[in-house]
């Protein structure tokens, strides 16, 4: 799988990035009457970064971007400054523009009152999308994630210690970790793909 990360150069998107990198799949084939078995290794990562030096020492990207696994990408390119702008442009407020931004691609309804009120430079005063964003329902394989409160603790899943909570529905947890989002984003991704595409999954412990 060929991965567009941005906002990798720390923290979930980094560490998602990182398993993305090191992650092996395996898949079957079949060529005339064989039956072909194979295992992809590693996936290929663009960082979209606004400073390239941030892995600089960092050994393991430096070990992917060697290998041809890892590539660094500055600045944005065109098509993507409009999603890009609703994405970072508006700290504050940037989890519901985004959201609000990937319902209208991914052609989902929005709820101002359940799903946040709808934030300013998203439409024009005419009601229409600015910035000529790809028509509704033009992305159908769209997973937006809202996690609890971030700590900076160990990813659990992996340990074995403890699975973090995945539900369309209000969780009520307080925290998960950002290692833990970071596993989950990957195994979805990866691995359940059909379980949790076209979804807005809450997640905490
Ligand atoms: N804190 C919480 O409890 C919590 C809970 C749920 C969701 N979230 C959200 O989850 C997301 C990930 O959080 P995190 O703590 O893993 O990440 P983070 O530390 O907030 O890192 C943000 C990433 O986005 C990049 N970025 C920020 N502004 C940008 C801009 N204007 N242009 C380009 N890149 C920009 C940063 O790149 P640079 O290195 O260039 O700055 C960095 O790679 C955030 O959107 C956060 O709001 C947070």
Same mark, same amino acid.
């Given at each position: 799988m060929n991965i567009l990360v941005i @906002? %990798?150069?720390?923290n979930v998107g980094y560490f998602a990035s990182l398993r993305f990198l090191g992650a092996s799949s395996s898949y079957h084939r079949m060529e005339g009457s064989l039956l072909i078995a194979a295992v992809e290794v590693g996936h290929t990562v663009t960082f979209l970064l606004r400073n390239t030096s941030v892995f600089d020492n960092d050994a393991d990207v430096q070990q992917y971007l060697r290998s041809n696994q890892a590539y660094l990408v500055v600045p944005l390119p065109s098509l993507l400054k409009p999603v890009y702008g609703y994405l970072i442009a508006v700290p504050h407020r940037d989890k519901v523009g985004v959201e609000r931004v990937m319902a209208h691609v991914a052609g989902w309804k929005w709820n101002d009152k359940e799903d946040g009120e709808l934030v300013e430079n998203v439409l024009d005063a005419q009601g229409r999308w600015r910035n000529g964003l790809p028509t509704e329902g033009t992305l159908k394989e769209v997973l937006v994630i809202r996690p609890a409160i971030f700590t900076d603790g160990d990813c659990l899943a992996e340990s074995g210690k403890k699975m973090c909570r995945v539900s !369309?529905? !209000?969780? %009520? @947890?307080w925290t998960v970790s950002r290692k833990d989002v970071a596993h989950f984003v990957a195994d979805a991704a990866l691995n359940r793909w059909g379980e949790f595409k076209g979804k807005r999954v809450n997640i905490a412990y």
């Open positions: @906002g %990798g150069s720390r !369309e529905k !209000e969780l %009520g @947890g």
